[in-house]
């Protein structure tokens, strides 16, 4: 049995990508930092060369552009050996190179100057400020860079003004504090937004990779089309096998060219042209010419990119549908023999007249003994009283097919038996006409599937609840969490998420079994959803992890007060028979759209949450809040 589950790979690999990007950003600034390091140095020297002790100052100019030197070197070692792994060991060295570097502009101040009333200490002062500000911007990717580069100028400077008069040293300790505050205020604003938007691009790549494997693994031909010169854009890799052209031949091909005739194509585009400009998709169907002359019948779907603008393209996707006419011509041509093969059929046979009512049932006794058939001869189906279970629009649809008379096939709908029970039916009918050609009505058979639609309600229970504590799984979870959030974006409200896992659950399945163990999670389901409202929803995600879903809650305080209650609840004693049993639970919440906006991002952070929780020790609530994530 499962106990908590891993970190998810998925979010480990974004955290990973985000910090290599962040590394390269970092390494990126090198070629202007290391020229701001050495011009800053030399412009300062230049400044202070008739009022410094000349020994002093060139041994501290020559360690400013050692260390810009230091930094060219830390860039051509970093593009010739880093290969993505490591982060953590090259982002420290280049934090300790930072901290060289913060030492050396630290140490200007105590350079000894001709300067009794330290007016040219405060303009030191001032300098490094604006010295520290500017690598506060370029080390913004590197918090260990930052912090290094931060302490190791402030703290110098810092001891030196201490060692002025009182007062001056008030001044400079007071001023020093109000521009650190600003700068980690600012730095931490910035860094905010780098990592965001590194999160965003890493999510479109992403994106555009799952779009990129559904177009070439699709198995309908899809290409893409502009107005001349360019014609074919871009295609598919079923497009180019049905048609039979390499890529070469097809880049920039014109559309008509697998049309067996040019004129095939004007119709084509005089008839799409409506429903293109209007953004709506156009059907057809018709021939169309491979490479090597054959000729074979496409389905063809279009819709144009953006709407009334042609020009910037239409997307043609088109199936081969050969095989599917020929088995509609084949079933065509055994249509006469239909009428005797079904009479050797275990289904009912009906027959209806012009009007579309009943006029007579046939089958084995096994059927038409459990259906009131008598009450519905006469009547059309809409009108049988005895027949329901068929939404409007699907009557709608199913009228206006009779109308056209057209065969119909898997017509479900529920019947009322003799017996008290009530039966599904599926119907297939197909038109009758006379020798005139004149419609006469209709004909056809109805399938007994209730025992069918029974067996496929239960898979799907199965398939959305846990087998054991029969709680919503996660698919179910996702599909409520979802709604939720779309309900709740439209009024303007909350969601909540309870994530728990159980403390001590492990130690019941190792000493006792998971016969106990399971005896355990059947009684905390049965308490967690006494613990909640009934609009509430209260899932199994797998080993000893639950999901409390509190759809609709007017301030978060509201999910603090159920997590409470859901804590008293747990850490009552569990018997099995034979022991009592106590856990206790760890519950990270997540609220949107505080902490999220999707059913994937408000389960991560209530993980997150938890898994804070669990590491001080358990049996706690953890509100999520952007400082875990440090």
Known sequence: MNTSSAKPRASVDSELMTRVDCLHRLVSTIPVSAMSVACGG????????????????????????????????????????FDGSNVSGWEGRYAVLTGLTGLSWGALPWMPLADPNHNLLFIIVVLLFCILLATASQLVASIPALFCASVCLLTPMLARVTSLDPKLALLFTLGTVVVTTVVLLAVKEQRQML???LRDRHEIDELLRQQKVIFESAGEGIVFLRPRPEYVVSWNR???EMLGHADEVLKGMEPWRWHPAREQWKRLVIDAHPYLVAGQPYHAKME????????????????????????????????DITDQRAAESALRASENRFRDLVKLSSDLYWEQDENFRFTHFDGPSEITQKLPLARVLGNTRWEAADIFGVHESRWKHHIEMLQRHEPFRDFIYQINGVDGHRYWLSVNGNPLF????????????????TLRIEAEERFRHLAYHDTLTRLPNRRLLTDRLDQAIRTASRRGGRVALLLLDLDGFKQINDRHGHAAGDRVLEAIAGRLREAVREADTVARMGGDEFVVLLPEIAHIDDALRVADKIHESVREPIGDGRHLHTVGTSIGISIFPDHGESADALLHRADHAMYHGKSDGGKTT??????LLN
Do not use: K
């Open 434 to 449: 006379d020798d005139h050609g004149h419609f006469a009505g209709y004909h056809g058979t109805a399938s007994d599937i």
């Open 288 to 319: 169309l010419i491979r490479a090597d002359g054959s000729v074979f019948w496409g389905e063809i779907t279009g819709m144009a990119v953006a709407g009334e603008n042609l020009s910037a393209g239409t997307v043609w996707v088109i199936s």
């Open 42 to 81: 030399l412009l300062i020297a230049y400044w202070l060369y008739d009022l410094a002790p000349h020994g002093l100052l060139s041994g501290w100019l020559a360690l400013i552009l050692c260390m810009a030197g230091l930094r060219l070197g830390y860039l051509l070692w970093f593009r010739r050996c």
């Open 195 to 197: 990592l965001g938007a």
């Open 622 to 627: 953890r509100m999520f809040d952007t400082s």
């Open 238 to 240: 079923r497009f180019a």
